[in-house]
């Protein structure tokens, strides 16, 4: 098995496992990201908790990902109210270790924009990786889970993000683990897919689209 010491980009892709996908890197699909922070963001704020499920979280770069961008566009006394439970069916079991510490080797966070990558990201005591700050890594909380079981880990959510998962299931699958969704936000929640996830025609009674340019819906 792979330690996390040896991670990197060409041993990451063999963590291909059934239906889940563990290769991904920071900020990718940040258009997506964006548009939670333009336009879910505004609303979410006044609640007193910003619950986010991030479904099909892999080794932490997306939920983290999102944290940092909520960081930056809301300030600390909003911030602190930020909870995002990041989720996986981990088959390798290394993902909770991995998104505990949040220490990354130098090739996975060169995608991270400089001035972000200065506030968040300092050296860590292994040679060749960089950590996550203290009220970035505090942001996020790890669970396993298999989207499959069609029971969410919670409820009231204001915001699920599930990206580079549901294209691994069938047409069936997919259209329940969405309906599962809708069930586990809360009323007036916001879901969020990959950009080239479009949202099935069976299920869109469910949702509304709150931007053309982005896969960003609103529960009704």
Not at 99 to 122: D, L, V
Not at 158 to 168: A, Q
Not at 181 to 194: I, P, S, V
Request: a neutral charge; proline letters at 4%; glycine letters at 4%.
């Amino acid at each position: 098995m792979i330690g996390p010491n040896r991670l990197n980009e060409s041993n990451l892709k063999g963590f291909v496992k059934g239906n889940n996908m563990a290769f991904t890197y920071f900020f990718r699909d940040l258009q997506t990201i964006e548009a939670i922070r333009d336009h879910a963001l505004p609303d979410l704020r006044a609640r007193k908790f910003i619950d986010i499920w991030d479904a099909g979280c892999a080794m932490g770069q997306e939920p983290y990902s999102l944290s940092m961008i909520l960081n930056e566009s809301m300030g600390y006394m909003y911030f602190r109210n930020v909870r995002i439970l990041a989720t996986d069916i981990d088959e390798s079991n290394l993902f909770e270790e991995i998104i505990s510490k949040a220490a990354y080797p130098e090739e996975q966070i060169q995608r991270i924009p400089k001035g972000i990558f200065n506030k968040f990201f300092s050296q860590d005591d292994k040679a060749g990786y960089f950590k996550l700050n203290e009220e970035i890594r505090k942001s996020v909380t790890f669970q396993k889970h298999n989207l499959l079981t069609l029971i969410p880990p919670a409820k009231d959510f204001g915001l699920i993000l599930c990206k580079n998962v549901l294209l691994h299931f069938n047409d069936a699958e997919r259209l329940k683990v969405i309906s599962m969704f809708h069930e586990a936000l809360t009323d007036g929640g916001y879901l969020a897919l990959e950009q080239t996830q479009k949202l099935p025609k069976e299920a869109q009674h469910l949702f509304a689209p709150v931007i053309s340019n982005a896969q960003l819906f609103k529960k009704l």
